[in-house]
C-alpha cells in the first residue's frame, strides 16, 4: 500500500512547534505561551499565513510592526531548529513499522515549501519518506497524482484536519482515508461527516492498516528492485502474502516465522498435521537445510525450476528445524517464476507456499472469487497478476530413498517421472 500522510498535527505536534517559535522569535516583545494560537480564532481566512497571526498579535500588544519584518525572516531557521523535539513520540516508530510492512509513504502536506520543509527537522524524519510532496493545492488533488502515478496500488490517506479527510473520501472513493485526532493536535474534536476510519494516535492507526486490505496489481514478468524489498520487507515483518505462482495463487510467508505460518493455516483451515511446500532460491538453499546426496543434485538440477516439489529429509540443525517446526521431512520446490526465486535469495530465506483456497476446496480462477472465501482471515497483501493460465498443481516427488522415486502427486509434468 501506499500511506500519503500529512505532517502537521498527524506526524508532529505543530501547535505547540509553532508557539515555541513566536516564544523565540517574540518573547522580548512581551508574547506569551499560548497567544500565537489564540490569534488563530480571528483569523479563520489565514490558517497558514504565520505573519497574519503575528499582526494580530502585535496591534493587539501595540507592538511596532518594524519588529516583524525585522525578525519573520528568522522563522524557517527557527522552526528547523526546533522542530525534531516536536515529533510525536510514536511517529518513527509507527513510520518503521509500515516500511518492514513493505508499503511505500509519502509525505502529504499543505502549504509553503520553505515552511514546511524546515518542520522535517534536521533528524531522521526526511529519510523515512519515499517521497515529500509539499503543495498548495487541494490534498485531492494531490493524491489523484499519486493514484495516477502508481496505478493498481491502495493509496490510504492518514490526516488531521476533518475537512481534509471528507474532501479526499467524498472525491476519491477507492482511498482508505484514516483520521488521526491527536489529543495535543489542533483537530481533536471530533468535526468529520463522512464515514471513515478514525483513531486517536499512531498506534491505533497501525492496528486500523492491519484491516486494510492491500491488492496490488502486478506484472510477474517485470518486477523492480524497489518493488521487491518491499515485498520482501513484509514478508521479514511477518506478512502473509498471495501471490501467483508456476501453478496456481498461493500464499506465502517468511518459512521461518511461526506466527505468519500459523496465520496461513487459519486462512485455509488447514488442519495442523498437513505439510506445507517451501520455494527456495537454489540449490545451495536447499542444502542448507535439507539432506541432498550427489546423485539427488544431479536429478534436481535437470527437474528445477519448474513446478515440481520434492520431499527430502531436513537437516539436523536449528536452522532447519526452524523452518521445518522439527519434521523430519521437508516440501521443497525450486519455482520457475524468476521474481518467487529472486525473493527467496533477498529473503534468505524459504518462502512458505500453499494454494490460496480453503482447504480441501478448489480454489476459483477469479482472484475476487479467491478472496471471497477469506472474508474474516486474510492475506495481508495480494499481489494481483489476474487470472492465471488453467494448469494442474505441481507434482510432488519423494526422494527420500533415492535413486528411487515415488511419485506422491500427479501434477504438472508428472510423466516425466513414472520410473
Not at 247 to 262: H, I, M, P
Request: glycine letters at 6%; proline letters at 4%.
Amino acid at each position: 500500500m501506499i500511506f500519503a500522510i500529512d505532517l502537521d498535527d498527524t506526524l508532529i505536534n505543530s501547535k505547540d512547534l509553532w508557539e515555541e517559535v513566536a516564544l523565540e522569535l517574540f518573547g522580548k516583545y512581551g508574547l506569551k505561551r499560548g497567544e500565537f494560537w489564540e490569534s488563530r480564532k480571528k483569523l479563520h481566512d489565514f490558517i497558514y499565513s504565520s505573519i497574519e497571526h503575528y499582526k494580530i498579535i502585535f496591534k493587539e500588544k501595540n507592538i511596532p510592526m518594524e519588529f516583524l519584518n525585522q525578525k519573520v525572516g528568522e522563522t524557517p531557521n527557527c522552526l528547523q531548529k526546533h522542530a525534531d523535539r516536536f515529533i510525536f513520540p510514536d511517529t518513527l516508530w509507527f513510520l518503521g513499522e509500515l516500511k518492514k510492512m513493505g508499503h511505500r509513504i509519502i509525505l502529504t502536506t499543505f502549504g509553503k515549501q520553505t515552511l514546511q520543509s524546515a518542520k522535517l527537522g534536521n533528524g531522521g524524519l526526511r529519510w523515512v519518506f519515499d517521497d515529500i510532496i509539499i503543495s498548495e493545492k487541494p490534498k485531492r488533488d494531490i493524491l489523484a497524482g499519486i493514484q495516477k502515478k502508481f496505478p493498481g496500488e491502495q493509496v490510504v490517506f492518514l490526516d488531521d484536519h476533518p475537512h481534509q479527510v471528507d474532501s479526499v473520501k467524498k472525491m476519491l472513493r477507492d482511498i482508505i482515508t484514516v483520521r488521526i485526532r491527536h489529543a495535543k493536535g489542533r483537530y481533536s474534536h471530533k468535526a468529520s461527516a463522512q464515514k471513515h476510519e478514525e483513531v486517536k494516535n499512531l498506534k491505533e492507526a497501525l492496528t486500523a492498516t492491519r484491516k486494510f486490505r492491500d491488492v496490488r496489481k502486478i506484472n510477474i514478468k517485470i518486477i523492480s528492485q524497489e518493488q521487491m524489498i518491499r515485498l520482501c520487507g513484509a514478508l521479514a515483518s511477518g506478512r502473509v502474502i498471495m501471490f501467483p505462482t508456476d501453478t496456481v495463487y498461493g500464499l506465502g510467508c517468511d518459512a521461518s516465522n511461526k506466527k505468519a505460518k500459523e496465520k496461513i493455516y487459519r486462512i485455509k483451515k488447514r488442519p495442523a498435521h498437513k505439510q506445507s511446500s517451501v520455494l527456495m532460491s537454489n540449490l545451495a538453499m536447499v542444502k542448507k537445510y535439507c539432506v541432498v546426496s550427489a546423485n539427488a543434485e544431479k536429478f534436481l538440477k535437470k527437474t528445477w525450476p519448474g513446478p515440481v516439489s520434492v520431499v527430502l529429509k531436513v537437516k539436523k540443525t536449528k536452522a532447519a528445524r526452524e523452518v521445518f517446526d522439527n519434521q523430519k521431512t521437508a516440501l521443497a520446490r525450486i519455482p520457475k517464476l524468476k521474481y518467487l526465486r529472486e525473493m527467496s535469495s533477498m529473503l534468505q530465506k524459504p518462502i512458505v507456499a500453499t494454494s490460496a483456497n480453503i482447504s480441501g476446496k478448489k480454489q476459483p480462477k477469479n482472484l475476487k472469487d479467491i478472496l471471497r472465501q477469506f472474508e474474516k482471515t486474510a492475506p495481508d497483501i495480494v499481489l494481483d497478476a489476474g487470472i492465471l493460465p488453467s494448469k494442474k498443481p505441481s507434482t510432488i516427488l519423494d526422494l527420500t530413498e533415492f535413486p528411487k522415486i515415488k511419485v506422491l502427486r500427479n501434477g504438472v509434468r508428472a510423466h516425466h517421472f513414472k520410473l
